[in-house]
């Protein structure tokens, strides 16, 4: 079965510090992994996904992402945070099957200035 | 990108009715779409898969006759919630993914706030 991780229900950063927002996955075979974020009231946007290749992988807004299989880690990354990034972040897993999502618990990140 | 628009964004209305909400892929070809169900700071719950032409697939404990899906076209679902009660007031979202490409992500609407009086 699949499933996701996120251990912190908050993240609290001071704008302009990095900022990391952790996931962990658990899958059978190849892992299809996805970071999403929501503004309150709003559906989810999607940020970033991995799939195959670079363990780094860019996304929008300058969030990155680094897929470490050892670890069975997909964290989320940005060098210098931004109040505007204050939302719920949400780590997804993808069943190669059925193609639904399994979705980590959610990670509210507020940035504070 | 890829655009999913869902219809109403809010919906108050008296216990008893029944309410649709309507999900559009409004630029690529959905055979499969989504819909969650989203609580006050918690995760989407994934409530059913709406398949193109054929029913949809519930998840363990949602209640078919009570959400009712209907897939009628490679661009629009619908999600009936009826006779609506105050316990089905939540957050419902729907999502969909271009099958056009490979490995494209899922795309989501920005949700319906229902509240039931």
């Known amino acids: 079965a699949q499933s996701v991780a996120q251990p912190e229900d908050q993240v609290n950063v001071a704008e302009g510090n990095p900022l990391t927002v952790k996931c962990t996955y658990s899958?059978?075979?190849?892992?299809?992994l996805f970071w999403y974020v929501q503004y309150p009231n709003r559906g989810l946007q999607f940020l970033l996904k991995?799939?195959?290749?670079?363990?780094l992988v860019k996304g929008s807004y300058g969030f990155e992402a680094e897929f470490n299989k050892s670890q069975t880690s997909f964290h989320l990354k940005k060098p210098s945070a931004l109040v505007s990034d204050s939302a719920l972040y949400f780590c997804?897993?993808?069943?190669?099957?059925?193609?639904?999502?399994?979705f980590g618990r959610g990670t509210q990140l507020t940035v504070w200035p | 990108g890829a655009v999913v628009s869902q219809h109403p964004s809010r919906v108050i209305c008296k216990s008893g009715t029944s309410v649709k909400i309507e999900c559009r892929s409004l630029?690529?070809?959905?055979?499969?779409m989504f819909w969650y169900r989203q609580f006050p700071k918690q995760s989407l719950m994934l409530m059913a898969t709406?398949?193109?032409?054929?029913?949809?697939?519930?998840e363990q404990g949602v209640e078919k006759d009570k959400f009712l899906i209907n897939h009628a076209s490679l661009t629009l679902s619908t999600l009936t919630v009826t006779s609506a009660h105050p316990e089905d007031s939540s957050f419902y979202i729907c999502?969909?993914?271009?099958?056009?490409?490979?490995?494209?992500?899922?795309?989501f609407g920005d949700g319906t706030r229902l509240s039931i009086l």
């Open positions: 999502s969909a993914r271009d099958y056009s490409g490979a490995d494209q992500p899922q795309h």
């Open positions: 899958v059978s075979g190849n892992p299809y």
């Open positions: 991995y799939i195959t290749g670079d363990n």
């Open positions: 997804a897993v993808r069943d190669g099957t059925l193609g639904r999502l399994y």
């Open positions: 630029d690529f070809q959905a055979t499969t």
């Open positions: 709406s398949n193109e032409g054929s029913k949809a697939t519930y």
